[in-house]
């Protein structure tokens, strides 16, 4: 659900950074009050894992489109909603930098459809008056299936909602939005199951992480975090080095919901202004664009290739592992900043 830059005016786009860099200034502020030396490394992995399995699609059958985890919901029940929202946005910044997925205008919207819904919506107001204090496993599920779906929906509408005040014609609103809905409501079925999967684990192997962050305390100095730590840097080389392979090659849920309508995965990009600036920049960051390497300049005057299936490319790994590391690295230094400003305050 990555928005490109195409579906955006500049002045959308413009107020969307807008509110995501004032939500990103409250979470750095309320992240202080409570931010340790052991929840600064939880939010690189967990950053870096977010990462990876961004990178695999899975198709939803009968449809021809595909979905990928969001993460949202993920990150808020096991890091708190603050700490959740700087490790999404973190993410999809080095997305839009260094891999040229979402455009750099539509970062801000991109932040605010896939951070703020499930951070700040789906968590404090569905999540956590049903899963209560974390213990019930059964309310635990519920209270994940219902707002990774509700996130999702809400993150699809906004983006229907920002084409349209956008003035982009070739997407009619009514059109859109019947598309874009129910595909990711298929989606976020999805990412509900797989939500409840990891959120179990944790529960399961570290449940005051789950408990703490419903509290909204901070992890307690005796807390062993070092296997946790582990055990998603481990997965997150994993599924960004070999799993990603196996990602669909369908579009996903935006590209076939703009391919329905217009015929296209994609609209014509501006050749002048603010977008074709931020355009040329992101060409010039992304060393790994589409999470490979960049191809030759026969291969690009020759046009895309059709994608196979599997996609074993050694491109695909090496953007997988150094996107988590890269990711996790900007994290534990957004994380240390934080914690170093506070020390001077008290």
Partial sequence: MHMADALLSPAVGATMWAGSLAALGYSSKRLKENIDNKTIPLMGVMGAFIFAA???????????????????????????PYAAFLVMASVLTAQALFFADGGLLALGCNIWNLGIYPCFLAYPLIYK??????????????????????ALQLGAFSVVLETFLSGKSELPFTSFVLLMQPIHLAIGLVEGFVTVGIISYVKTSRPEFLENSIASRPLADGTPVKN????????????GGAISWFASTHPDGLEWSIEKVTGKRELAQQTQGISATLRKLQEKTAFLPDYNFKPPSKE??????SPVWPGIEAGTSIAGVVGGAIVLSVIVLIGFAIRTFKKRQD
């Fill in 228 to 239: 946790t730590l582990i055990a998603f840097a481990i997965l997150a080389v994993i599924t």
């Fill in 54 to 80: 961004q990178m695999i699609n899975f198709t939803i059958p009968g449809t021809g489109s595909s979905g990928h985890l969001g993460g949202g919901m993920i990150l808020a029940a096991i890091l708190g």
């Fill in 129 to 150: 008056p049903i899963a209560g204090d974390g213990t019930n496993s059964r309310r635990l599920a519920v209270a994940a299936v219902i707002s990774a779906l509700l």
């Fill in 300 to 305: 690009k005057a020759a046009g895309e290739k």
